[in-house]
């Protein structure tokens, strides 16, 4: 069989391209640190490594060919690696897009960047410090930003939760910002477990900036293990090339912010982990191999660093 015969054979039996690899319907991106790289780059290099298309060329070969000829195959390593080309050249699967179309919406967050590490609280600074950064003249922005600042005694950061379509982030986004509707601002201290929010009527147009978007789960005590919540049911946020609300002009983030220096701090543990280690700076109780003490005031104990968590 000569090269162009077996060309020949596998277009008229796929016309439209091959399908190498395959998606099943509960296959999506669920890990937040591949969810988090999607954000961050429009990419996650780990996730097409996934799938196999080992199988697939054996099956399309199969399909199309005789024994015959799939015994000339296997003896012609020229003949088998131009229908293995022609396959790849032709093959239409687009494993990120349809785990993508898999994958429920993410809870996300936009950092606002704010920190305060509490050393200098004074509620009326940061009152004024936030509105003018957020450009909330007005005196009911003012009583918002109030309410929300009231309890936040120390280091807590300051940003908008979201959840949104992780499809969104794909591959490379022409648009320019996000609109955030009523957003609802909330700080957050990831360290204490304290939170606290406010529903505002501010309309607010941020720069698409994916250094300043990060997946919650992705680093840290998530939302979910702070506040129970792992969706937001308004749909008031979208991507645009127009300025349509109050536009904030933030300078790009070209350094680390602090939520990457967290990250990396984070990701440290993790690998420490991973070598049986655990420190007792490290804030996460999973990390820790801990004993319940069944003694007033209740808590546990590592037994390796000694680091000890009140019940
Ligand atoms: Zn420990």
Same mark, same amino acid.
């Given at each position: 069989m000569k090269t162009e015969e077996a060309i020949e054979k596998l277009k008229a039996e796929y016309p439209n391209g091959v !399908?190498?690899?395959?998606?099943?319907?509960? #296959?999506?991106?669920?890990?937040?640190?591949?969810?988090? !790289?999607?954000?961050?780059?429009?990419?996650? #290099?780990?996730?097409e490594d996934w799938y196999d298309d080992w199988e697939s060329i054996q099956y399309i070969i199969k399909e199309v060919f005789t024994e015959d000829e799939r015994v000339e195959i296997a003896q012609d390593d020229e003949l088998d690696?131009?229908?293995?080309d022609w396959m790849y050249e032709n093959d239409t699967s687009d494993v990120m897009k349809w785990l993508l179309r898999n994958t429920w919406n993410v809870l996300m967050f936009y950092d606002l960047w704010y920190e305060d590490d509490g050393d200098s609280f004074d509620l009326d600074e940061r009152v004024k410090w936030i509105s003018e950064q957020l450009q909330m003249k007005w005196e009911r922005a003012l009583a918002d930003i109030r309410r929300l600042c009231i309890d936040a005694y120390d280091w807590w950061e300051l940003c908008i939760l979201f959840d949104w379509d992780l499809a969104d982030f794909y591959w490379e986004k022409s648009e320019k910002y996000i609109n955030f509707k009523d957003c609802t601002l909330w700080i957050i201290n990831r360290w204490n477990w304290s939170w606290n929010y406010q529903e505002t009527n501010i309309d607010l147009t941020l720069p698409f900036d994916r250094k300043r978007i990060w997946v919650d789960d992705a680093y840290s005590y998530?939302?979910?293990?702070?506040?129970?919540?792992?969706?937001?049911?308004?749909e008031n946020w979208f991507l645009t090339d127009d300025k349509k609300y109050t536009y904030i002009d933030f300078e790009p983030i070209e350094w680390d912010s602090p939520a990457d220096k967290e990250r990396k701090r984070q990701e440290y543990f993790d690998d420490e982990k991973k070598k049986g280690i655990c420190h007792f700076g490290d804030e996460k109780f999973s990390r820790h191999t801990t004993v319940y003490v069944n003694d007033y005031p209740c808590w546990n104990k590592c037994t390796k660093c000694w680091r000890f968590f009140i019940d």
């Open positions: !399908e190498l690899r395959y998606v099943d319907y509960r #296959d999506c991106i669920d890990d937040s640190k591949t969810q988090n !790289e999607i954000v961050k780059t429009g990419w996650a #290099d780990s996730v690696q131009a229908i293995k998530s939302v979910w293990e702070i506040f129970g919540m792992s969706r937001i049911d308004d």
